[in-house]
Protein backbone atom coordinates (compact mmCIF):
# COMPACT_ATOMS: atom_id res chain seq x y z
CA UNK A 1 0.00 0.00 0.00
CA UNK A 2 3.07 2.40 0.15
CA UNK A 3 2.20 3.25 -3.41
CA UNK A 4 -1.16 4.87 -2.44
CA UNK A 5 -0.21 6.73 0.72
CA UNK A 6 -1.86 9.98 -0.86
CA UNK A 7 -4.77 8.55 -1.59
CA UNK A 8 -5.38 7.45 1.33
CA UNK A 9 -4.40 10.47 2.90
CA UNK A 10 -7.04 12.60 0.66
CA UNK A 11 -9.44 9.55 1.28
CA UNK A 12 -9.06 10.48 5.16
CA UNK A 13 -9.41 13.99 4.56
CA UNK A 14 -12.69 13.43 2.70
CA UNK A 15 -14.45 10.75 4.66
CA UNK A 16 -12.68 11.16 8.26
CA UNK A 17 -13.08 8.58 11.11
CA UNK A 18 -16.10 10.58 13.19
CA UNK A 19 -17.72 10.01 9.93
CA UNK A 20 -16.89 6.22 9.65
CA UNK A 21 -18.19 5.70 13.34
CA UNK A 22 -21.53 7.65 12.52
CA UNK A 23 -22.09 5.17 10.00
CA UNK A 24 -21.43 2.15 11.97
CA UNK A 25 -23.22 3.28 14.44
CA UNK A 26 -26.30 4.31 12.09
CA UNK A 27 -26.29 0.64 10.15
CA UNK A 28 -25.47 -1.39 13.50
CA UNK A 29 -21.75 -2.65 13.31
CA UNK A 30 -20.27 -3.17 16.38
CA UNK A 31 -16.10 -2.92 15.51
CA UNK A 32 -14.73 -6.36 17.11
CA UNK A 33 -11.89 -6.62 15.72
CA UNK A 34 -8.43 -5.85 18.09
CA UNK A 35 -5.91 -5.26 15.03
CA UNK A 36 -8.10 -4.58 11.94
CA UNK A 37 -10.18 -1.97 12.40
CA UNK A 38 -12.39 -0.45 10.29
CA UNK A 39 -10.69 2.28 9.20
CA UNK A 40 -8.36 -0.34 7.66
CA UNK A 41 -11.42 -2.29 6.17
CA UNK A 42 -12.49 0.69 4.40
CA UNK A 43 -9.05 2.19 2.92
CA UNK A 44 -8.36 -1.24 2.09
CA UNK A 45 -11.90 -1.75 -0.70
CA UNK A 46 -11.79 2.04 -1.56
CA UNK A 47 -8.27 1.04 -2.86
CA UNK A 48 -9.47 -1.96 -4.65
CA UNK A 49 -12.08 0.01 -6.07
CA UNK A 50 -10.00 2.68 -7.02
CA UNK A 51 -7.28 0.09 -8.71
CA UNK A 52 -9.73 -1.61 -10.58
CA UNK A 53 -11.42 1.06 -11.63
CA UNK A 54 -7.96 2.45 -12.94
CA UNK A 55 -7.50 -1.21 -14.73
CA UNK A 56 -10.57 -0.71 -16.82
CA UNK A 57 -9.94 2.04 -17.74
CA UNK A 58 -6.61 1.91 -19.16
CA UNK A 59 -7.45 -1.71 -20.81
CA UNK A 60 -10.42 0.17 -22.77
CA UNK A 61 -13.22 -1.76 -20.39
CA UNK A 62 -15.16 1.79 -19.27
CA UNK A 63 -18.46 1.76 -19.22
CA UNK A 64 -18.95 -1.88 -17.51
CA UNK A 65 -21.27 -4.37 -18.09
CA UNK A 66 -22.14 -5.78 -14.78
CA UNK A 67 -24.74 -7.95 -15.67
CA UNK A 68 -22.74 -9.98 -18.13
CA UNK A 69 -19.98 -9.31 -15.97
CA UNK A 70 -21.54 -10.71 -12.82
CA UNK A 71 -22.95 -13.63 -15.08
CA UNK A 72 -19.50 -14.55 -16.15
CA UNK A 73 -18.25 -14.70 -12.45
CA UNK A 74 -21.51 -16.91 -11.41
CA UNK A 75 -20.33 -19.34 -13.90
CA UNK A 76 -16.91 -19.33 -13.28
CA UNK A 77 -17.08 -20.18 -9.94
CA UNK A 78 -20.40 -22.42 -10.25
Given at each position: MNKHITLLNLLKKIVSDENIRLIAETVGYQDSSRTFKLRA??????????I?????????????????EMAAALFEYA
Open positions: LIDFFLLAAFSFIHRFLFGQFPLDWES
